[in-house]
């Protein structure tokens, strides 16, 4: 029975410990990657966006001085 006991204290109890430890460890990391991975999702988003209105911005540029470079020619 001390045996058993002495199992018990220096072998299975730090083991335990030492699981539970890595498994919060573990969890903890896989909510900051969850969470990093929701705001890349959303700075690409908010990227493309940006870069879609640029695009419209400029089209709207070129199209004006078309219209200059138009009324300049006649």
């Known amino acids: 029975m001390d045996m058993i006991d002495l199992i018990m204290k220096w072998l299975v109890a730090p083991v335990g410990a030492f699981v539970y ?4 460890r573990q ?4 909510t900051d990657i969850a969470v990093l991975k929701s705001e890349t999702m959303h700075d690409k988003l908010s ?6 209105e640029m695009r419209e ?3 709207a540029i070129f199209a004006k001085l078309d219209r200059i470079e138009e009324a300049l020619r006649k």
């Open 47 to 52: 990227h493309d966006r940006e870069m879609k």
């Open 57 to 59: 911005t400029v089209r």
């Open 27 to 30: 969890q903890d990391h896989h």
């Open 21 to 24: 430890m890595l498994w919060t």
